[in-house]
């Protein structure tokens, strides 16, 4: 054992000795140096001259990697202007840990900071539009020009741009915003003044309405994305705490500046973070991450996962990672659920580069549950406006154990086939069979028996996750009706109702039938994670409709102390209380949640002055 562990020791420092801090650990040699926990391997899927600048990714239905090269980045170009961006498709059908086919889908982009695949095409964040590249037929060649669908993302932002799109469970294409993105949102030839403002925090876009809006708002330059198995979002951050969990609506604590989004705020919602990844002072001090190994390395985070895929230990299911910029490194986080929400807690860093050069952007896990990490492979940092290396980037890949071959080609897959997809453990499938659904659906060419199987899974399936993806199956192919939504409010599992409540109010409208239950639920519910669907809700009615689930929230003592409730309460009721003072009084008596009281007599007093 001495022997071996002697032997590894001096095959690092070997391989530091012939490589100079000036340059990388070369491509080869790069998984060798690193530190996984044991049982784990570490690939290089691809390295340059292969690949370069790799920004971004997104898998394909035939679970092959569409990779962003992007030249552009720090000096975005003028809109309009060619660049040397480009779209890359890489496969390894055998899943053998290298790339074996390469094709270039489309070259002389600019801007290109995120992309997702489907509905026909390529979705792309290219400053300062968000654009949709068609290939209907899937040859892998573009069917026509990029057609702009929305514009005014502000183009000064250098790194805190738009990024991370990602498909979410609902139907909807969601992605985030940093914080010197002052952007106005619109279609092109949209009025200044019917603009959506939008700053840092999450938004998203519904790719058959074409509907942008603002998700939730606040942190710093959120550059990672992701979905627990019970729908909830997740989103990684710098400077500040690095993990929030993004619920609809929220305002979360910012870096700098005021939160301009709503009136009346007095107050934002914190990180469910326990911990920073630095050893504490000021984060400037941070970006050297080798003096802060046991926080974590620094305070820049980039990327996303929470891992359910099948091929890793059942001891990572469920935790969330995210790529440590200063630190080499990627981190671990342990998500408790807490309340109405949740505490990330501070586990053991999963991977270490062992190499300065290490950039970190991105980590997904595949179809056959291995997890791919893009490394933008160069020294500095963020800021760094001024010395970037273009010559460099790897793909690697991390799998544990033996790997099965998974031969993806879903948009072959029968309807009935994609609805057993949704039982799949590795969530990679089951994301990919709802989009599809959708896309059937909209497309007229949903066999007919497909609802009658996913109300099935959704009344008789032991597992909540499975129950909550039949029920966005249900969703997004138009199965829930009014009738379905009143019934499953009175679902014995929490996240059934919660989600029963977020999907009926989609459209901003309600019954009057669905809003009596809601009322009566937001009093009498025992789950505090009803309450809180029931809070985010509450943005999404008329300020007239609010009383009746604001009364039932706000007796709910025991939530004085929730991390989200209070202010999500108040964030929701405050436009009822600025146009009904006298209502406004009648509930300062029935509240008894401290905070949500104060506020409301806040809010008054500023009316009478």
């Known amino acids: 054992m001495r022997v071996a562990c002697l032997a590894a020791i001096v095959a690092t420092l070997c391989i530091a000795a012939r490589v100079p801090q000036d340059s990388p650990v070369p491509p080869d040699e790069a998984p060798k140096r690193m530190t996984v926990p044991e049982g784990f391997k570490v690939t290089l899927f691809a390295g340059e001259p292969d690949v370069v600048q790799p920004m971004a990714f997104a898998f394909d239905d035939r679970g092959r990697l ?7 980045y720090p000096r975005w170009l003028p809109p309009g202007q060619e660049g040397r961006d480009r779209i890359v498709i890489f496969d390894d059908p055998d899943a053998t840990g290298h790339f074996k086919t390469k094709k270039v889908f489309l070259e002389n982009l600019s801007n290109i900071s995120a992309i997702a695949i489907g509905f026909g095409g390529v979705w ?24 702009v669908l929305l514009d005014g993302w502000d183009m000064k932002a250098k790194h805190n741009v738009f990024s991370k799109l990602t498909w979410g469970p609902d139907g909807w294409l969601y992605a985030c915003n940093g914080i010197l993105s002052n952007s106005r949102v619109g279609k092109p030839g949209t009025p200044d003044d019917q603009r959506v403002p939008m700053n840092c925090g999450v938004w998203r876009y519904h790719p058959l309405r074409r509907v942008f809006e ?5 942190t710093t330059n959120p550059w990672g994305l992701d979905w627990d198995d019970l729908g909830q979002v997740f989103i990684t951050n710098c400077v500040i705490k690095h993990v929030f969990h993004a619920i609809p609506g929220a305002h979360f604590e910012r870096m700098f500046g005021e939160d301009k989004s709503a009136p009346n705020l007095y107050g934002l919602m914190p990180s469910c973070a326990d911990h920073i990844h630095w050893a504490g002072g000021d984060w400037t001090k941070s970006r050297a991450g080798e003096n802060h190994s046991q926080a974590g390395g620094g305070h820049a985070h980039v990327g996303a996962m929470v891992y359910l895929g099948d091929n890793w230990p059942d001891a990572y299911r469920g935790h969330l990672y995210t790529l440590n910029l200063h630190g080499h490194r990627m981190s671990h986080d342990s998500l408790e659920r807490r309340g109405s929400g949740y505490v990330a807690r501070h586990e053991k860093d999963f991977l270490l580069g062992n190499d300065p050069w290490f950039r970190g952007l991105d980590a997904q896990y595949g179809p056959d549950g291995g997890v791919f990490v893009t490394d933008w492979t160069d020294t500095g940092e963020c800021h760094n406006y001024d010395k970037v ?3 460099n980037g790897r793909i690697y890949k991390i799998t544990f154990g033996d790997v099965k071959p998974a031969h993806p080609n879903l948009a072959f897959a029968g309807d009935l086939d994609l609805v057993e997809l949704l039982k799949h453990r590795n969530a990679w499938w089951a994301r990919r069979a709802l989009r599809l659904l959708q896309e059937r659906e909209a497309e007229n060419a949903l066999a007919g028996d497909v609802r009658v199987l996913l109300a099935q899974m959704l009344r008789g399936d032991p597992d909540v996750a499975r129950r909550l993806r039949a029920l966005w199956g249900l969703h997004v192919t138009g199965g829930v009706n009014d009738s379905l939504t009143q019934d499953l409010l009175s679902d014995p599992e929490p996240w059934v109702r919660g989600w029963a409540i977020q999907l009926d109010l989609e459209d901003r409208k309600v019954s009057d039938e669905t809003l009596a239950k809601m009322g009566a639920l937001a009093k009498s519910d025992p789950s505090p994670v009803v309450r809180l669907f029931l809070a985010s809700a509450l943005q999404r009615l008329e300020p007239a409709k609010r009383w009746a689930i604001a009364e039932g929230l706000v007796s709910h003592a025991e939530d004085a102390e929730d991390a989200n409730l209070p202010l999500m309460i108040w964030y929701g009721i405050e436009p009822a209380v ?20 104060q506020s409301i007599t806040r809010r008054i007093a500023g009316q009478s002055k």
């Open 66 to 72: 569409w990779v962003v090269e992007n030249f552009s």
């Open 124 to 147: 792309l964040c290219s400053l300062p539009n968000f654009i949709f590249i068609p290939d209907k037929n899937q040859d892998d060649k573009p069917d026509g020009p990029a057609q």
């Open 214 to 218: 603002p998700f939730a708002h606040g």
């Open 389 to 391: 290396d273009q010559s």
């Open 578 to 597: 600025s146009a009904d003072k006298d209502r406004a009084l009648e509930l300062v008596a029935k509240t008894k949640i401290p905070l949500v009281r």
